[in-house]
């Protein structure tokens, strides 16, 4: 396993990390606990120190699995968990509303809110330590950036929170460039989706701003739910609550297409002793300024796995021929 520095902190943070949004459950069919935590023990014992999950996985269960998990081992952990997605009251700016399974396209359960104001992110930031049964947060992230609050009154409390010891870094998500720039510098991290099929952060900038000011980049779905593993064949089928039951890009004839060219790169995966999964994790690693990628796992054999890439180190040669064989 490769380490890296989180931002200009003396963080030390695995260049795989365990990303938590499908062991609770919500948008992927179901949660089992049982699984969740053998996962998240292999993970560890691979060499993996991150660990990435959120109050809205699961509604508290992603972060409720990790705490009870990971509990004996909290010294040699490093927990990122999030603030600003609530479903407790109507404050802030409206998101979507939500039952158990996942997003609903019709009022339902619950009304998740964006919400980043100081006295909304003092009351997540307890929660979330109960659940994760720890009495600090290594770095806690916004999750979705909102309009209702601005973000100074947003970095001054995350500020109050580090004084406090309450946590020791923190990090936005889902954020554009000119929001990150009113983070500061305290800004240690910058959460984004970003795959070889999702690359957004290169060419909005966001990318080189972070790499530029010593901002780490965590790369949420580098395996776009599982679609660049290649072990996804085109009859398929997903279950109630699954994400990628609507999802256009999981149709049978893109997981076709993908997976043809994921296998155009198997004697670069083969030359390192990896699977296709592996050698995709690798190569978003590689990318510059990416700091860490995020791979969720459901069992421990996926979680050992993923954990296994962060020692694979791709050529410029092997990296190129990815570039061209896979993208789209």
């Not at 009870?68 to 998101?95: P, Q, S």
């Not at 500061?184 to 060419?203: N, T």
């Not at 995709?280 to 296994?308: F, K, S």
Request: hydrophobic residues 40%.
């Amino acid at each position: 396993m490769q380490y890296r520095k989180l931002g200009k902190t003396n963080i030390e943070i695995s260049v795989v990390g365990f990303g938590s949004w499908a062991i609770g459950g919500w948008m992927w069919g179901g949660s089992d606990e049982r699984k969740a935590s053998d996962a998240l023990n292999a993970a560890l014992d691979a060499g993996i120190t991150l660990i990435d999950t959120a109050p809205v996985y699961g509604f508290g269960l992603s972060e409720e699995i990790v705490g009870r998990t990971i509990r004996e081992r909290r010294k040699n952990v490093v927990i990122a968990t999030k603030c600003g997605l609530i479903w407790d009251r109507e404050e802030g700016e409206f998101h979507f509303h939500s039952d158990e399974q996942g997003v609903s396209m019709r009022p339902s359960s619950k009304k998740v809110y964006k919400c980043l104001r100081p006295a909304s992110i003092r009351q997540e930031v307890e929660a979330s330590l109960r659940r994760l049964q720890t009495d600090y947060i290594d770095l806690y992230q916004t999750h979705w950036q909102e309009k209702t609050t601005p973000i100074a009154d947003t970095v001054a409390e995350l500020q109050k929170l580090k004084e406090e010891g309450k946590i020791l870094a923190f990090g936005a998500s889902n954020a554009n460039v000119e929001q990150l720039k009113e983070y500061g510098e305290e800004l240690s991290s910058d959460q984004e989706q970003f795959s070889i099929l999702d690359r957004k952060m290169e060419s909005n900038g966001s990318m080189a701003y972070c790499r530029e000011n010593d901002v780490s980049v965590l790369a949420y779905s580098p395996l776009a739910n599982g679609l660049l593993t290649g072990k996804i064949s085109p009859d398929r089928q997903f279950g109630p609550g699954d994400l990628r039951k609507m999802n256009m890009r999981f149709r049978p004839e893109n997981i076709k297409k993908i997976n043809a060219r994921l296998e155009a790169i198997g004697t670069i995966a083969e030359s390192h002793n990896a699977n296709i999964a592996q050698t995709i994790i690798a190569w978003t690693i590689a990318q510059p300024g990416l700091t860490c990628a995020l791979c969720g796992a459901r069992d421990a054999v996926q979680a050992a796995e993923n954990a296994a890439a962060g020692a694979i180190v791709l050529t410029e040669e092997e990296i190129a021929q990815i570039n061209e064989t896979v993208k789209l």
